[in-house]
């Protein structure tokens, strides 16, 4: 899959997925105005690296988006090359269904999601990635 920022400067390859996960998390909705959907992919490519900016959020991970058009691109961990991929980016791929939801704790109540799908809390986020060494 290929998707790319709305000026067109950066483009943001990886391996076809099918799978979309959303985080209900504050700081997600705070960047985007909603819930963040996301492609969660280890290995990418990106034309263009040059126009990105980033945002260290937390002592762990980064958001990066262009800093030409602001779109919001990807969040990434600092270590084992996890990226949660922007699935707005990818406006052409097929088969896309919503898999996970995270932070659903956090979930604000003015929206819901229709699709039932497996959720975590925050304390369970935080608990599986309290020892991540990206393997």
Request: overall charge neutral.
């Amino acid at each position: 899959m290929k998707g790319h920022c709305l000026c067109g400067r950066i483009a943001i390859g990886c391996i076809d997925h099918t799978d979309v996960s959303v985080c209900h998390c504050s700081m997600c909705r705070r960047w985007g105005g909603g819930p963040f959907f996301s492609i969660e992919s280890k290995a990418i490519e990106i034309e263009g690296e040059k126009d990105i900016a980033h945002y260290r959020s937390s002592q762990w991970a980064e958001r990066g988006f262009c800093q030409h058009c602001g779109t919001h691109l990807y969040y990434r961990l600092q270590t084992g090359g996890f990226y949660a991929v922007s699935a707005g980016l990818f406006q052409d791929a097929a088969n896309l269904r919503l898999h996970s939801q995270i932070f659903i704790d956090k979930k604000p109540d003015y929206y819901a999601l229709a699709n039932k799908t497996p959720t975590m809390t925050e304390a369970q986020v935080m608990e599986m990635f309290k020892n991540w060494d990206g393997s």
